[in-house]
Every structure is written in C-alpha cells, then in structure tokens.
Antibody
Framework: EVQLVQSGAEVKKPGESLKISCKGS????????IGWVRQMPGKGLEWMGI????????IYSPSFQGQVTISVDKSTNTAHLQWSSLKASDTAMYYC?????????WGQGTLVTVSS | AIQMTQSPSSLSASVGDRVTITCRAS??????LGWYQHKPGKAPKLLIS???TLHSGVPSRFGGSGTGTDFTLAISSLQPEDSATYYC?????????FGGGTKVEIK
C-alpha cells in the first residue's frame, strides 16, 4: 500500500529554522516525483516545488524559490521541506504528494505555526 | 506562469443536483489537468487526471472534460459526502498552478 507519512505539527518562533519530513513507503520511492503544497489559513492550495528522489532534481515555484529548501534522503525514503528563518507568514498546513500523472497519493499534512 | 481561473468560487446545491465547475487556463495545456477534492482536516484527494480519467476508487458520478484552455468537472448527482472544496491543477508546465478553488455546499 502506497503511503506518505508526514512529521507532526510544529510550533516555532519567528527566525527559527525548521525541517519537516515526508516518508514514503509501499512503492519505489526513487522513481516518482514528490511535490510540496501549502495551504495558508482560510486560503487555497499553492504548489511550492517538486523533487525527483532518484537524482534530487528539484524545481521550485518562483513564489517559493529562495524561501524554502526541498531535499531528499534516499536511504530513508524521506523528502524534506526546510526553512532557515521562519516568518509568521509561513504559518500554514503543508502537504507532500507523489506525482505520477497527477498527485495521486498525499501525506496527511503538517501544520506549522510560527508565532512569537 | 500559466494562470488557472476557476469558477464559481462557491456554490450551493441540493442532493441529486448536477453540478459543474470550470477551469480556464491562460494558455493551452492540452489535457494536462487534474481535479482534486479537499475536505477540512483531510489531505486533498485526486479525482480526475489527464482532464478526463477517473482515478481509481472515485465514484462514477464524477466526470471531467475539456482540452486546451477550458475544462469542466461535473458531479452528475450530488451527494452529501461531496461537500468539499474542489481545485483544478495544471501540470503541463512549471510552475504547476492550482485554480482558486470552488467550495461546494449542500442545501
């Protein structure tokens, strides 16, 4: 069974760093792109970027380029989304999803709250 | 970037009604479009890929059509469990872009 399991909710202060994770199982992790999607409170879905675990090829949305880093650890079948200095505006739910022809499997989401 | 204009932003319909949601792309995307259902507190679910292909396990009352710039998601007979927000997503070119969403409420 294909599963993407994300790390738990985080509460951070502005300026802190954070790395959240998305662990894939039940399929060849290195063969399919993994994307990240943001949903800010009360807003719609936004595509952030995508990584191919096989070779770490990464593509960012211009809106998120330089704001976050997407990476992968093939040894643990895990994709990561990280921030070096969080802002209050990073408060959102973050989803990872596997891309085949579309995003067919999704993680359960990680809620990130940034507040002083 | 390709802009996806989704309409309406919300609708209210009765159980058994036929409902349609449209997405218009700012340039042609062939059939590289997916539709997703998103309920509060849950992960989004893929309904339709390639503009018309029903994803495994999705009820047959959902259907997708369109090519190029104009796309439609139809629910042939609305059910209570269809209350959700629906999004289109173009995956023809990077950056991938979502429509603004359509909130479907049951009267």
């Amino acid at each position: 069974e294909v599963q993407l399991v994300q790390s738990g909710a985080e509460v951070k202060k502005p300026g802190e760093s954070l790395k959240i994770s998305c662990k894939g199982s039940g399929y060849y992790f290195t063969s399919y792109w993994i994307g990240w999607v943001r949903q800010m409170p009360g807003k719609g879905l936004e595509w952030m970027g995508i990584i191919f675990p096989g070779d770490s090829d990464t593509i960012y949305s211009p809106s998120f380029q330089g704001q976050v880093t997407i990476s992968v650890d093939k040894s643990t079948n895990t994709a990561h989304l990280q921030w070096s200095s969080l802002k209050a505006s990073d408060t959102a739910m973050y989803y990872c999803a596997r891309r085949v022809e579309a995003f067919d499997y999704w993680g359960q989401g990680t809620l990130v709250t940034v507040s002083s | 970037a390709i802009q996806m204009t989704q309409s309406p932003s919300s609708l209210s319909a009765s159980v058994g009604d036929r409902v349609t949601i449209t997405c218009r792309a700012s340039q042609g995307i062939g059939t590289d479009l997916g539709w997703y259902q998103h309920k509060p507190g849950k992960a989004p679910k893929l309904l339709i890929s390639g503009a018309t292909t029903l994803h495994s396990g999705v009820p047959s009352r959902f259907g997708g059509s369109g090519t190029g710039t104009d796309f439609t998601l139809a629910i042939s007979s609305l059910q209570p469990e269809d209350s959700a927000t629906y999004y289109c997503l173009q995956d023809a070119s990077y950056p991938l872009t979502f429509g603004g969403g359509t909130k479907v409420e049951i009267k």
